[in-house]
């Protein structure tokens, strides 16, 4: 039988559903931290390496100050997520403020903070120094176009509205070294729970060979490329993990022959993932309202699209766990859905599972990033709680559930006669 293993027990959970009623998502401090070090240890063969969390993943501070006390940055993408930042203590060349479509008012917080900003337009140069002016540092994104094949969940580099052309790239570090910037970093993201180890090492050639290029010809100091996120993990039980060593030693090796060999040494090399941080240390627990049995037998449970909303989307796997029922054989079919009013509410869609009762508790595996992050209120739908599971099996609610007053806190009923 397929199985994924689980880091608590049934009687631990329905202990936590006692002080806090499903649904919320519940993460593995433990294996949060066990899988931080273990990409440390493999990447410590990569000059200057460092790992930029990628906020938009799991923004929550609870979860960022692990990771900050493991010597990682933070990268950050919006206002929120800066000072979601800057609460947990996380400021100036610790956070990596990778946006797109930028306002002024970000750009201006990120250097208040002292952020590396990283741009996304050639048009941004002019703009962040009108708005913000420009700092001593600047990062760009590249876009590689054509020259390399995104992978299914980021689609085609060409077709992305990310990033500056490799035209592009050359015209503006001119630009800024003549404005006066002392340093630089080049970026790129191209895909998006990538499984392939080669993807990101032929990523980190690229952009290798594409430093040393602008050097020569602007002659032009790098201090970091920045891989950017993406590294897969394996949702699917028959799926291996992807090795950060074999990632880290291709990277290597890419870096002796591009970087050393061009004596453009001490150049560093960053990271900034989400998925592969927390992804598989996060569990979306739910309890089996109904059981309905029309065309097909579809399991109701607490939890919607709102809490997850990767299978409505992407039609993503995500496994799932009856809870006490783990080895019983998966003798039924069934949809299992949420309560939304959109027919593509549903976590899972002909999953072999045990027969399922209601009240039945239901884990749903590796929501730990781009699960609670990406909820939202259709429907009237609350977002759920989020509790850390320490690694002596204690827990901490570490973001309460939302309740209708704060749904309605934006509306004013009062003037409801005005109109
Ligand atoms: C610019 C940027 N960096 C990093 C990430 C993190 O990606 P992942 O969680 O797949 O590692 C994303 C994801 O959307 C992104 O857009």
């Given at each position: 039988m397929v199985s994924k293993e689980l880091p608590f027990t049934e009687e631990k959970i329905k202990e936590i559903i006692a002080k806090h009623p499903t649904p919320f998502h519940i993460y593995d401090r433990k294996n949060i931290l066990e899988n931080s070090r273990k990409l440390k240890e493999a990447f410590s063969?990569?000059?200057?390496f460092r790992e930029y969390f990628a906020v938009k993943a799991l923004p929550n501070p609870y979860i960022m100050k692990i990771l900050k006390k493991e010597g990682f940055g933070a990268d950050c993408s919006s206002m929120a997520e800066l000072v979601l930042a800057e609460k947990t203590g996380i400021v100036g060349k610790d956070i990596m403020f990778s946006s797109n479509d930028t306002p002024a008012e970000e750009f201006i917080k990120a250097k208040e903070l002292g952020a590396i900003i990283n741009l996304?337009?050639?048009?941004?140069i002019e703009y962040l120094e009108k708005t913000a002016g420009l700092p001593e540092i600047v990062c760009c994104r590249y876009n590689p176009g054509s020259l390399k094949k995104g992978n299914t969940l980021i689609g085609n580099p060409e077709e992305a509205k990310y990033g500056f052309t490799r035209e592009q790239l050359f015209e503006g570090y001119k630009l800024m070294k003549e404005k006066g910037v002392k340093k630089f970093g080049l970026h790129t993201m191209v895909a998006?729970?990538?499984?392939?180890p080669d993807y990101f090492v032929e990523t980190a050639r690229i952009l290798f060979e594409l430093a040393a290029d602008l050097s020569k010809e602007l002659g032009i100091e790098f201090e970091f490329v920045n891989l950017g996120?993406?590294?897969?993990?394996?949702?699917?039980?028959?799926q291996e993990p992807v090795s950060y060593e074999k990632i880290a030693e291709g990277v290597r090796e890419a870096y002796d022959e591009n970087i050393t060999a061009n004596s453009l040494y001490p150049l560093k090399v960053y990271l900034e993932c989400g998925r592969v941080i927390t992804g598989p240390y996060g569990y979306l627990v739910t309890t089996v309202r109904h059981l309905k049995h029309i065309y097909k037998d579809y399991v109701g449970t607490d939890a919607s699209m709102a809490n997850l909303m990767r299978p409505g989307i992407y039609g993503a796997y995500h496994h799932i766990t009856v809870l006490g029922k783990e080895?019983?054989?998966?003798?039924h079919l069934y949809d299992v859905t949420g309560s939304?009013?959109?027919?593509?509410?549903?976590?899972?869609?002909d999953r072999l599972l045990p027969k399922v009762e209601r009240g039945d508790i239901l884990v749903i595996h590796d929501?730990?990033?781009?699960g609670h992050a990406m909820g939202f209120n259709y429907n009237g739908k609350l977002r759920s709680a989020e509790i850390l599971l320490n690694e002596d099996k204690s827990f901490m609610e570490i973001r309460r559930a939302e309740t209708l007053e704060d749904y309605f806190a934006t509306l004013d009923f009062d003037n409801l006669d005005k109109v």
């Open positions: 063969i990569v000059n200057g996304d337009d050639i048009s941004h998006s729970n990538e499984l392939e996120g993406g590294i897969g993990i394996p949702y699917r039980p028959d080895n019983e054989e998966p003798t939304l009013c959109e027919n593509n509410d549903k976590f899972a869609i929501t730990g990033a781009h």
